[in-house]
């Protein structure tokens, strides 16, 4: 498929030949969430953690004798049954994370290029290049009507640029080597750089 490549400043720099093996896919909801949903418990921290009865701070002592009470029969008052007492089963540290084969997390990326392509969301710009001043860019972002979009460039991003959109809200920046599925649903636009498609192009081929 072919797309028109554009200059920040919104003037034509001709068009890109894309491959549509990586852009002219039939998106797959269903690998897109798998992929989606192996990410983001792999970024859950699993820090929860409740008291145990071996853990309340209370005393051990018995609190009534065993029997002639007319009660049920108690040992301490850490029980999960009293006010204060330890939590029974609740969460303790682990990590949620699981394993997806690299064949679906690969095709997953490639899913999500092509739903972007598919929905009009893809934009080629030359290059990301920026003297680090942030009015000047954000005054180029606005122009171009881009209100939340994600910029991948290619394996190095260029650094007066990452300055200037880094106080730029809507706009995040990353390295082809950083492209991953959610950011790339998550954002509302993508734009390529011509660098990060030969990159990926490299790197899902």
Known sequence: MKLDVIKLDGGSAGSVELDDALFGLEPRADILHRVVRWQRNNAQAGTHKVKTRSETSYSTK???????????????????????????????????????????????????????????QLVVIENAASEGKTSALAKQVKDLGWKRALVIDGAEINEGFAQAARNIDGLDVLPSVGANVYDILKRDTLVLTKAAVEALEARLK
């Open 62 to 120: 018995k609190i009534y004798r065993q029997k002639g009470t007319g009660g049920a029969r108690h040992g301490d008052r850490n029980a999960p049954i009293f006010r204060k007492g330890g939590i029974y089963k609740g969460p303790t540290p682990r990590s949620h994370g699981h394993d997806l084969p690299k064949k679906v997390r690969k095709l997953g990326l490639m899913h999500a290029l092509s739903a972007k392509a598919k929905a009009g």
